[in-house]
């Protein structure tokens, strides 16, 4: 933090033919004297190389990935069991190898996904083997570039000038990556194939980090300020200094909305109150980039049009959303119809879209009730099940009245109507107002006005595997029946390599299975289910043991714990090709899936897909 440029634009280091030696204390505290611009550009395109070098290991990782894949879903399209062998076997070691002690990894032991808690505060989760390593080596390549200074100069306060310059313009660099890693609409997420919970981890660390620069930026200038003014025999130089100004009044608005920040999106508080957390959030967010902004303008700083740019990339990022609401949901004469039954401890949800979409396996939206909630976010929820079907006689649509009753039933020509249903387990906030709503009512089917944004996620496709492992843990079953549904139409239209999957379920109680009932009684009457398909059902807390009663060979029901490595050890001695296993479900079971599967990666081809909403 410095106050504006007293003559003009600053200059780097000197000014006409005084040297840094010779100059005063007070020479230091404003501009960009004693300010290494040149050096700030090196560390600046440092960084920027290493985010490039990183991005492009993911992309040939991934594009090797989809290759290989690619090549074993055209080879395995009609084959039998037995010649997908061959594509059960690993190819290499040392990817294998990698996926084990690297990218399938948890920081320790096994803890991953499943919440810290301290005194019954949730403290969050801890990044992954892999993610902490990018972090480490991204937090110390931002701290080794801060301590790059010139440690030989003869006056102090240069010394601390080049320190806050250093500071204040690695703050505002990683303020983009900050930005645009916040974003649902982030183009690296389809470019990466990685998941926006991934880029929610890194948007948390490298706002710490953000806020760490400028403490130590401010720092620095307090520092230089307090030598001037001891030389100068000042008492009060500093808040003299803020008094009126301000340049300096800005950076510490930004300041101050950064390290509250840091504080307020600690996971403890982020969990006990999401829908306020994220407002204030907002709130101060602005304030952090309106204060940079203006900070940096007035001070005619270097790296100021990144802030802008980082804004820009905010704004856009608004106006993909708007659009895709608006274009989703809204039509000529009406919008997205929203229908809410109330289930045990959970309500299906159903909205009936204004145009079509096109729906990947495994992808999930964002829900809005503008009615029932005065703020205006949205949360996360998989779709667990989707109807395409001819749009039903309007007569405003049609422009003309139906000549009969009959007309009223008859489908308009070359149109199709959307409707997506999702599963809403009761939890606090929103949730357990629309299930009271619901369950309030005496049908216990309430209609309401609503909208969602979406699709997003399921960028990963599972045809191109001969066993396919799908956990779920109590609601996370609405991510694995799109899949279920998927892979069996693609069995029997033989455009899949699928040969085997196996539907893994842990709940509570038998209550639950309400949830999902009309929609397993469909997959249950697909053609050739019987052939492929085993369900796997487990109770954890049965009212009556007589309850727990397995219905067939494929469809399985069990008492206590679900234990995911003896299942996935069972089914990869028996396993048909390549193993995908993909899980959806609790921290702590999620955590037990992923241990299973890196047992096993060495051994044969498994690969990991999990699917999560940690923030």
């Known amino acids: 933090m410095s106050s504006i440029p007293e003559h003009g634009r600053p200059r780097l280091l000197a000014e006409g033919n005084y040297s840094i030696c010779s100059m005063g204390p007070g020479n230091f505290t404003h501009g960009l004297m004693g300010v290494n611009l040149q050096m700030d550009d090196v560390t600046t395109w440092a960084l920027w190389l290493s985010i ?13 990935q989809g290759g290989v894949a690619q090549l074993r879903h055209l080879f395995n399209l009609r084959t039998d069991p037995v010649q997908q062998a061959y594509w059960a076997r690993n190819g290499t070691v040392i990817w294998p190898w990698l996926k084990k002690n690297l990218t399938y990894a948890p920081l320790c032991k096994k803890r991953h996904n499943r919440n810290l808690q301290v005194a019954r505060l949730n403290m969050g989760t801890i990044p992954s083997r892999f993610h902490t390593t990018l972090l480490t080596l991204y937090i110390l390549s931002n701290i080794v570039y801060c301590c790059f200074l010139d440690y030989k100069s003869c006056n102090k306060s240069a010394l601390l000038a080049e320190l806050r310059g250093r500071t204040g313009h690695l703050a505002f660099v990683n303020m983009m990556p900050l930005m645009v890693f916040a974003g649902r609409n982030n183009a690296f997420i389809p470019l990466l194939r990685v998941s926006f919970d991934t880029f929610n981890i890194f948007h948390r660390w490298i706002g710490r980090l953000v806020a760490v620069e400028a403490i130590v930026h401010t720092s620095a200038w307090i520092a230089a300020k307090h030598i001037a003014d001891s030389m100068a025999h000042k008492k009060h130089g500093i808040m003299e200094a803020l008094h009126g100004n301000s340049f300096l009044d800005w950076g510490t608005v930004s300041l101050i909305a950064m390290v509250i920040i840091v504080f307020q999106a600690s996971s403890a508080i982020r969990h006990l109150a999401y829908e306020t957390f994220l407002h ?3 709130f101060l967010a602005f304030f952090a980039f309106l204060g940079a902004a203006i900070h940096g303008y007035q001070g005619e700083l270097p790296l100021t049009n990144y802030v802008y740019v980082t804004v820009a990339f905010w704004f856009l990022e608004r106006i993909i959303r708007l659009s895709k609401i608006i274009y989703r949901n809204f039509g000529l004469y009406s919008g997205t119809r929203v229908t809410v039954e109330a289930l045990p401890e959970a309500c299906r949800v159903t909205f009936e879209l204004e145009r079509p979409w096109q729906l990947r396996p495994g992808c999930h939206v964002y829900a809005h009730f503008p009615t029932l909630t005065w703020s205006l976010t949205s949360h996360p929820f998989s779709i667990a ?7 039903p006689y309007r007569s405003l649509e049609d422009e003309k009245l139906p000549s009969s009753t009959k007309d009223l039933d008859a489908p308009l020509s070359e149109r199709t109507t959307t409707s997506i249903t999702l599963i809403m387990s ?20 309430i ?20 066993t396919v492992l799908l956990f779920a843990g109590g609601v996370g079953i609405t991510h694995q029946l799109s899949h279920v549904r998927d892979l069996l139409e693609s069995y ?3 455009t899949s390599a699928v040969r085997k999957i196996v539907l893994i379920w842990s709940v509570r109680t038998q209550d ?14 697909m053609p050739h289910r019987r052939e492929i398909l085993k369900v796997l059902l487990f109770v954890t807390k049965p009212r009556h043991a007589g309850d727990v009663v397995s219905r067939s060979t494929q469809v399985q029901m069990y008492g206590g714990r ?6 996935v050890e069972e089914e990869f001695e028996k396993r048909v090709g390549a193993m995908a296993v993909t899980v959806c479900g609790p921290g702590a079971f999620a955590d037990e899936v992923r241990m299973a599967t890196r047992e096993r990666v060495q051994e044969g081809v498994v690969d990991l897909m999990e699917e999560s909403f940690s923030w």
């Not at 009761?426 to 089917?445: F, N, Q, V």
């Not at 639950?512 to 009457?525: A, G, L, R, S």
Request: with cysteine; proline share 6%.
């Open 52 to 64: 490039i070098a990183i991005c492009l290991i993911v992309i040939i990782a991934r594009l090797a």
């Open 280 to 282: 204030l959030h907002q």
């Open 385 to 391: 099940w989707y109807d395409t079907r001819p749009t």
């Open 426 to 445: 009761k939890k606090e906030g929103m949730t357990s107002k629309l299930h009271a709503k619901a369950r309030a009512s005496p049908s216990g089917i």
């Open 447 to 466: 209609n309401i006005r609503g909208f969602v944004e979406g699709p997003y996620g399921g960028q990963e496709s599972l045809h191109s595997y001969g």
């Open 492 to 494: 029997n239209d033989s």
């Open 512 to 525: 639950v299975f309400d949830w999902v009932h009309p929609w397993m009684t469909e997959i249950f009457k």
């Open 562 to 567: 679900c234990k995911p490595g003896k299942i």
